[in-house]
C-alpha cells in the first residue's frame, strides 16, 4: 500500500461540495508504478470534486496520466497516455443506503447503478480511488503502437495412417 493519501471527511461536505487535485509527487509515482507493475509514471493528476450524497458523498472527476510498460510483444519499453473519468458514491458504515449483505444468489444487472462503496469510518481516501480507476485503466497486455504479434504455427499434412503409424511406432519402444 503506498503512504500517499488525500483525505477528505463527510463532515467537510457540511459548507457544500470540495474540488481537489490530485498530482502526488515522483517518489510517490515511482511507489505506484512498482504497486501496478509498471516501468514507470511519469506523470499523474486528477481533478475531482466531492459532493455531499444522501448521508454519504459522490466522487466525480477526471484524471489522465503517462505510463511506461514493457510491450508484450517486442520487449521494448514504451510509454501511452491514459485518461478516464471517476463517478463513485461513497456512504458509512451502517447507513441505511449501503448495499445488503445478503447471502445466496446475486442478480447482476449490468445497466444498474453500481452501489455505493460502504466507507469505514468518516474518511474518503481520494488517492485510493485514483490510483484504482488508473488501474482499471491500463492495459494488461500491453503492446507498442505498431507491433503487431504475428504467428503462424507449422502446418504438416498428414494422413490419418501415418498418425497411427507414428503412434504404434511409439507403443513399440
Known sequence: MSDWRQVIRLSDLAR?????TLA???????????????ESLPEL???LTV???LDGAEISG???ARVEQICGVTLDPFESEI???????????????????SPGEIELDLEAPDPPDVLEGEEIDLAAYL?????????PFPRKPGVA???????????PFAVLKRLKDDDAR
Open 62 to 64: 477526471r484524471f489522465k
Open 51 to 53: 459532493r455531499p450524497w
Open 149 to 159: 504479434f504475428d504467428y503462424e504455427p507449422e502446418v504438416r499434412e498428414e494422413s
Open 16 to 20: 457544500g461540495p470540495v474540488s481537489v
Open 45 to 47: 493528476t486528477g481533478r
Open 83 to 101: 485518461a478516464g473519468e471517476i463517478a463513485v458514491q461513497v456512504v458509512p458504515a451502517g447507513s441505511p443506503h449501503a448495499p445488503a449483505d
Open 24 to 38: 502526488p509527487d515522483a517518489e510517490i509515482r515511482a511507489q505506484i508504478a512498482r504497486r501496478l507493475g509498471l
Open 131 to 139: 490510483v484504482e480507476h488508473l488501474a482499471l485503466e491500463i492495459d
